[in-house]
């Protein structure tokens, strides 16, 4: 549940995400919510897709948040 996961995220220095995680959400529109909590968070995305497809779309969205 993604809930919990924002609940205690504050708690954390960095975190692995994976860009693809379900149909309801993705690990960009995660990454922007626990950015919202914690700014000083590093997130590292991890993918087996082709990551440049998805380089401008993440530093956008997370340099919004």
Same mark, same amino acid.
């Given at each position: 549940?993604?809930?919990?996961? @924002?609940?205690?995220?504050?708690?954390?220095?960095?975190? &692995?995400?994976?860009?693809?995680? +379900?149909?309801?959400?993705?690990?960009?529109? @995660?990454?922007?919510?626990?950015?919202?909590?914690?700014? +000083?968070?590093?997130?590292? &995305?991890?993918?087996?897709? &082709? @990551?440049? &497809?998805?380089?401008?779309?993440t530093?956008?969205? @997370?340099?919004?948040?």
């Amino acid at each position: 549940n993604y809930e919990q996961v @924002l609940q205690s995220i504050y708690e954390y220095d960095f975190v &692995f995400m994976d860009i693809e995680l +379900d149909h309801n959400t993705n690990g960009i529109e @995660l990454a922007c919510k626990i950015r919202d909590i914690n700014k +000083d968070i590093k997130i590292i &995305f991890m993918s087996s897709y &082709f @990551l440049s &497809f998805y380089k401008f779309e993440t530093s956008h969205s @997370l340099n919004e948040s």
